[in-house]
């Protein structure tokens, strides 16, 4: 390593390392890895099996912005940024991230795909089905986002949220409901309530009611309480939220607990050490005139939900 060594990511070693002026890296068993070919228009630093291929990240988005929609493509990298951050995390956490392409070794059916639609022609909606997850592009644009947040009232609105609760509706899909295990299912509905209930009547109660009188008392956000699906997948991303930021805060010596793996138990992790954190660094925000960097409140029955959401990692289908 020196100043001006090309650097790339490599999945398999879950590191960052060193790229030659050839764009190729030898790892510790002798294979060759070689840098994206989506470098310069995602941004893409990890590196690739094949020489002038993509890389795993890459490969999971199936649906891209057209090069004629400038819009479009000025948003794309933002989004295809928040998907390897998302994706690392799944990884270090022990989640299984299977794609949709047999030709890449993954499973058409239960495997995982992205479209990254841009908004600029049409109406995209952000979301999860049968493994395959939409976002909008037009989010990437921070005044955009920052409108919409407003408009619902939201306290936090960033790509990588999206990101992060979306996947946890694929997980539910793949680790909770599909998977052989009537235990874990029934555990999911005591905490989480019964996700068959029927969702597009739940949406029209919520947007023409809105959450009920003492939500605080059960729920992370107001969106939660629209349904059980939303309440797993908003308890999920704060599970995600909670550990990246303990994990990036130990590397950078702000705490002395190294990472989720420091408790049995992820609700004396939330009450031991995030508590106490989030509200100093909320501090330190306002003392910069910004927002709270965690504007919410974990009631008691939420850190159920998260110890059950932590209790699926190494969690299998079968």
Known sequence: MSCGVGLGYSRAEGEIVPVGLDGRYIDGSGLIW????????????????????????????????????????????????????????????????????AATGGDPVTGLCFDLLSSTDRGVIIGHDDGVITIDLAESDPAYRERLRGELDEPYRTMLGHFRHEIGHYYQWQLVEAADHPDRLARCRALFGDETTDYQTEIDRHYAQGAPAGWEQSYLTTYATMHPYEDFAETWAHFLHISDTIETASEYGLTAVAGVDAFS??????????????????????????????????????????????????????
């Not at 994206?36 to 690739?48: F, I, Y």
């Not at 057209?66 to 000025?74: C, E, P, Q, R």
């Not at 992820?266 to 504007?295: C, Q």
């Open 34 to 101: 070689h840098v994206c070919r989506n470098l310069n228009l995602s941004g893409c630093t990890w590196l690739a099996p094949l020489e002038g291929g993509q890389c795993f990240s890459c490969d999971l988005t199936r649906t891209r912005p057209n090069d004629a929609d400038a819009a479009g493509v000025a948003n794309f990298p933002v989004a295809e940024r928040a998907k390897r951050h998302l994706i690392v995390e799944l990884d270090r956490l022990g989640f299984p991230v299977v794609g949709k392409d």
């Open 265 to 318: 138990h992820f609700r004396d992790l939330v009450t031991g050490v995030w508590v106490p954190m989030s509200t100093a660094l909320n501090m330190i925000n306002r003392s910069m005139g910004k927002d709270d960097l965690y504007p919410f409140v974990i009631p008691a029955p939420v850190l159920d939900k998260l110890e059950f959401v932590a209790s699926l990692r190494g969690a299998t289908r079968v």
